[in-house]
């Protein structure tokens, strides 16, 4: 079996970029998305850089068996993951209660169900392989978020399975590594239902550094990364210093005006 870094949610955005670092590091790759064809141009791409062609599974991690479904499709290629890379997920901006629950559903499945699965399916290789695992939250993971409320709680559990795991994994030599970054312009707004709005150059960090600064904080074994330092402040002081009903406030005022694509109105913008 070949030691792969097996990327998830890599048909786009912050996916794609890791995909990218990692092959640019000497990985072999597996892709994992649910678009096929935009995986299989990626693979072309890395192959034709001169790296080994990664392996494409196209699969939608949101549904229930997506863990065994992906461990079968690894078996059958010949690999077995030195690292998993639980980055696909999505958000919606909207109150839950007036958005429809099935997607909000979805959204804990993708962003916790299958990321808790993934962690922990294959740990008997990531300790052969001296491996790891780096899971995408957020900055949002911080703080709950009204006007995208169940993606903010997503990127909470997330965050603090990440970090507890990152002690449990250690007598097995195997890094677990939570990486949150703030805004980043990829596809993510528009699945999330944000509206169209000029980039905000002051803490939007583009998907390629993300991407480097959430592979180097892996190979390093950092517990968590957050690149930029704008987001890196949000991260250490907003939940310090920022009374809980002032934030509650401001996200809410904040996620309306995303929604219609008005600039920021708050610096709380994950
Ligand atoms: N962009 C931001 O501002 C931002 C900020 C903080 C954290 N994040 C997090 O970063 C991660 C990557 O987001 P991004 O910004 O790169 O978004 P993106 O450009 O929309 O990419 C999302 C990726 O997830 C995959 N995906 C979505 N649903 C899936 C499903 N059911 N099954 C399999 N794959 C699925 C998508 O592939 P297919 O559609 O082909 O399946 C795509 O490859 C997410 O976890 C997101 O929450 C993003």
Redesign the pocket.
Known sequence: MRPAAVI????????AELARVFAASGHDLVL????EQ?LRELAEEIAASGRPKPQVVA????RRDAGNELGRALAAGGCEPQYIVN?????LIGHAAELDRAPQLEIVD??ARTLLDLSLAFVDSLARHRGGILN?A???GVMPGPGSAVYYAS?AFALSFSEALHQELKPLGVRVTCLC????P????R?AGIGESAPNRLIDVP?AKVAKAGYRGLMRGKRVVVPGLLPKLLFALVPRIVPKNVLLEQLEARQAARRAGLQPVSPLE?
């Open positions: 998830t949610g890599a048909s786009a955005g912050i996916g994992v998305a649910r678009r935009r699969i939608d991690l949101a980055n696909a997920g999505f958000g993708l962003n995408v957020s900055v949002a990127k970054p703030g805004p980043v990829t596809e993510f707004q699945r998907a994950p």
